[in-house]
Nanobody, 120 residues
Framework: QVQLVESGGGSVQAGGSLSVSCAAS?????MGWLRQAPGKAREGVAA???????RYADSVKGRFTISQENAKNTLYLQMNSLKPEDTGMYYC?????????????????WGQGTQVTVSS
C-alpha cells in the first residue's frame, strides 16, 4: 500500500501562482495530479511516469509543470497563471504501471487531497 501525503495549495487571485507537493512512502513508476471541482467529475491535470514524457491536460498546458524528485519520492506541481476554473481539490495519485495516464481510473493509490482556490 503506497501512502501519499499532499501539501501546499491554498488561495490566490487569478494570475497568481501556487505549488503543491506530494510525499510518497515508496517509489512508483507513475504518478499524477488530478483535481475535482464541486459538482464535477475528477479529472487528470498532469502525470509523469517511467517510459513517458510528462503529460498535461489541454486546459493547463503552458501554465502547469509537473516534476518528480525520485530520491525523496516526492512529486510536485507548479501552477502559474492560475484561473478561477483551476479551483478544486487537488489529489496526488500513484500506480505501479508504466506511462503517464491522465485518467483517474488508471491510478491505484490516492492522497487525501489539498484545496486550491483561485478568486477572480
Amino acid at each position: 500500500q503506497v501512502q501519499l501525503v499532499e501539501s501546499g495549495g491554498g488561495s490566490v487571485q487569478a494570475g497568481g501562482s501556487l505549488s503543491v507537493s506530494c510525499a510518497a512512502s515508496e517509489y512508483t513508476y507513475s504518478m499524477g495530479w488530478l483535481r475535482q471541482a464541486p459538482g464535477k467529475a475528477r479529472e487528470g491535470v498532469a502525470a509523469i511516469g517511467r517510459g513517458s514524457y510528462p503529460r498535461y491536460a489541454d486546459s493547463v498546458k503552458g501554465r502547469f509543470t509537473i516534476s518528480q524528485e525520485n530520491a525523496k519520492n516526492t512529486l510536485y506541481l507548479q501552477m502559474n497563471s492560475l484561473k478561477p476554473e483551476d479551483t478544486g481539490m487537488y489529489y496526488c495519485a500513484a500506480r505501479y504501471g508504466l506511462g503517464a495516464p491522465l485518467e483517474p481510473v488508471a491510478y491505484d493509490f490516492w492522497g487525501q487531497g489539498t484545496q486550491v482556490t483561485v478568486s477572480s
